[in-house]
């Protein structure tokens, strides 16, 4: 069964992102509790390729099925899950990355290269680590799931944090504050 289109967060309206997101229903990975099975030999590179067996994946919407289906274990560590297997996936940095943002009415929504949208606030915090080549920002899609926030979207978080007069510089989001410094 083919997936849907990927919805168009530039055209739509923060009300119309919020409905969407209350109409998505994710897979349960949480309970289920499988015993491990292996190594999917699958690697997620911290630009948001997957690969498998040292191939990237070009099937999108293959990649966007595989990314139903990973969890966050206890240890760190990342699986793909389903009812009847438990497979190892590497992953770099965060599995997913967030390629579109949308700041309105007090909200700030995102949306992933796997097609995940989600509005920062209490439920989807945004952090910020400072890394060797400079700060890398996150928000929490899901599960424990983050997703490494692209670089220009990061500048336009800055330009609205430059816009506020807070101290430290940082942005609102559904009624959290998130400084732009690292924890």
């Known amino acids: 069964m083919p997936m849907p289109p990927l919805p168009d967060l530039d055209a739509m309206s923060m009300d119309e992102v919020a ?28 630009d948001g390729q ?24 206890a240890n760190g560590g ?26 309105e009415a007090g909200r700030i929504a995102f949306q992933t290269n796997v097609g995940d949208i989600v509005i ?26 983050d997703a490494l926030i692209a670089r220009p979207l990061y500048y336009d978080l800055a330009n609205l944090a430059i816009e506020g007069d807070d101290t430290p510089p940082g942005v609102w989001s559904d009624g959290v504050f998130f400084p732009l410094e690292p924890a």
């Open 78 to 103: 990342y699986v793909l899950v389903n009812p009847g297997e438990k497979l190892d996936i590497a992953v770099d940095d965060a599995p997913f990355v967030a390629v579109k943002m949308k700041a």
């Open 120 to 145: 920062a606030g209490p439920d989807h915090p945004l952090r910020f680590e400072s890394k060797a080549d400079g700060p890398h920002p996150y928000v929490r899609i899901r599960g424990g799931l």
């Open 19 to 46: 409905a969407h997101i209350a109409t998505r229903s994710p897979a349960p990975v949480e309970r289920w509790n499988t015993s491990h099975c292996g190594d999917s030999e699958m690697r997620i590179a911290s």
């Open 50 to 73: 997957w690969y498998h067996q040292g191939s990237p994946i070009g099937r999108k919407d293959m990649v966007r099925k595989f990314a139903t289906i990973l969890r966050r274990e």
